[in-house]
């Protein structure tokens, strides 16, 4: 890869939510995005989402983790061969266990196997460095997102809502410099999002999703259960915090509530999960941009808008790819990795300091 100047990066994102891998081309100098390239998706079959479902919550050399692994490089490496033109590729594995204050964090995946295999440089192992000097190890989106802020033109401060498995949010200010500036973000882990509806949805129905939230909308939320939820001790910490998948498992137990209500309550926990998290922001925000999964979800997004004091938009609504935008980050990242530039600070994930997450590996 050049060392100066903008280059084609290819980010990757395989998310919690476990539906399958996406792939963007990214223009960028790892501070400005410059143009945006083709995009993919590879879906998982529902074989091998019982692969890396088995592998959740399990550390390197446990089992079922190298099965997981396997599908995982197998799913990327035949995205990403349909690419050409990409100077560095950013890889971000998929997340079985994430422990930052116990046995860290763990990313299925070998990013030199697939430098070899695709026969271009790949950036992988992002969080790891960061959680090593205490930091969360994620969100790691949110200096991408600064750029995007910018990118749309933004003038006032605002946050860009992830609602993947789990959700995370990024306050923004676009008036500062640089995302490494104090006071230019806030970002951390708001609660449970997508995955606790997706697993009910696929016990209860056997699908994966509840498709535009239409089974919700159908249903009652149980307040007592809602409230429950919100005395969850997480909601008592200070940000920069990040979760696991798994970590509201028994909290969102939906016992013998009909699908339609348990639809409901998880869809009103979701957002009600980001309206207390928006206490923490530094000023209000002028817009709340929604990407992943959630925002196809209308009583995520009715949710949200009745909770907070500004409408909930999907991102589209600024011109940006909600599907892509995580791929996008991990290309933008590879690229500040790849040139020794910070990916995360201690307003992101805590850190101790900014720190470039990431290792490179050169195909030979």
């Known amino acids: 890869m050049r060392s100066g100047g903008a280059v084609w990066a290819l980010g990757t994102m395989s998310g919690t939510s476990l539906d399958g891998v996406d792939a963007a081309m990214l223009l960028t100098d790892g501070e400005r995005i410059l143009d945006f390239g083709p995009t993919a998706f590879r879906p998982y079959s529902p074989a ?13 050399g446990e089992a079922g983790v190298a099965e997981a692994a ?32 116990g046995k860290g964090t763990h990313q299925a995946g070998d990013g030199a196997l697939l430098a070899r295999a695709l026969g271009v440089p790949v950036v992988w192992d992002f969080r790891s460095a960061d959680v090593a000097m205490g930091g969360q190890g994620a969100p790691l989106a949110p200096f991408f997102h600064f750029a995007c802020a910018r990118q749309i033109g933004a003038t006032q401060p605002l946050a860009m809502l992830n609602l993947g498995g789990v959700g995370n949010v990024t306050w923004i200010d676009p008036r500062q410099p640089a995302p490494e500036a104090h006071g230019a973000l806030l970002a951390f882990d708001t609660g449970p999002a997508n995955a606790p509806l997706n697993d009910l949805m696929l016990t209860r129905t056997g699908q994966p999703l509840d498709p ?25 910490r200070m940000p920069p915090k990040s979760l696991d998948r798994n970590d509201f498992h028994t909290a969102l137990d939906m016992g013998n509530l009909s699908t339609e209500d348990a639809a409901a309550t998880l869809a009103a926990a979701a957002a009600a999960a980001v309206a207390r998290g928006a206490e923490h922001f530094p000023v209000p925000v002028t817009r709340l941009l929604v990407t992943g999964g959630g925002r196809h979800n209308a009583r995520i997004m009715a949710e949200l808008s009745a909770r907070m004091r500004v409408e909930a938009e999907p991102i589209e609504a600024a011109g940006l790819d909600g599907d892509m935008l995580e791929a996008q980050a991990f290309a933008f990242l590879a690229v500040r ?21 990431g290792r490179l590996s050169q195909p030979d």
């Open 212 to 236: 535009d939230g239409a089974t919700g909308l159908q249903g009652q939320v149980d307040e007592d259960r809602l409230a429950a939820f919100l005395r969850h001790p997480f909601f008592h």
């Open 337 to 357: 990795v790849a040139r020794g530039m910070a990916t995360s600070g201690p307003a992101t994930t805590g850190v101790a300091a900014l720190v470039g997450g």
């Open 70 to 101: 396997e599908v995982v490089e197998a799913a990327h490496a035949e995205l990403l061969s349909r690419f050409s033109g990409a100077e560095v590729i950013g890889f971000h594995g998929q997340t079985l266990a994430h422990d930052p204050k």
């Open 48 to 60: 091998e989402q019982a692969t890396i479902r088995a592998g959740l919550g399990r550390w390197p």
